[in-house]
């Protein structure tokens, strides 16, 4: 199978918030905690140029773009897998992120995936 370069449907949109409700709807049941994972590499060539730019100082735009992109790619997992679940809504969202190795960093994107209804 050979890569097209067509890229996936976007992941449905749910309403999602850090705080622990929504001031229009109450959470009908918890469905549980839902993440996405994504670990990037910069490469060795755009890595290169992103270490001369560090070294002149400024904002470093390579990894300014991947770490955009990687929270994207992870948050739109998260969705996912609270479509899965049948969620329609996800609370207490966070980001995380580490670095593995000297070129490697891993994003989650989780949270709470609920049932929403609206308030009476």
Same mark, same amino acid.
């Given at each position: 199978m050979t890569d097209t370069g067509a890229t996936a449907p976007a992941a449905?949109?749910?309403?999602? !918030?850090?705080?622990? #409700?929504?001031?229009?709807?109450?959470?009908a049941r918890s469905l549980g905690m839902v993440y996405g994972v994504v670990v990037r590499s910069m490469g060795a060539i755009k890595g290169i140029g992103a270490g001369l730019k560090a070294i002149a100082g400024g904002?470093?735009?390579?990894? !300014?773009?991947?770490? #955009?992109?990687?929270?994207?790619?992870?948050?739109?997992?998260m969705i996912e897998n609270a479509a899965v679940l049948g969620a329609n809504g996800i609370v207490s969202m966070r980001f995380d992120s580490s670095e593995m190795g000297q070129s490697l960093t891993e994003i989650v994107a989780y949270g709470t995936a609920v049932l929403l209804e609206p308030r009476t």
């Open positions: 449905p949109q749910l309403p999602i !918030t850090t705080a622990l #409700e929504f001031p229009e709807w109450q959470i904002e470093v735009k390579q990894y !300014t773009r991947l770490v #955009e992109d990687s929270r994207r790619h992870a948050l739109d997992r």
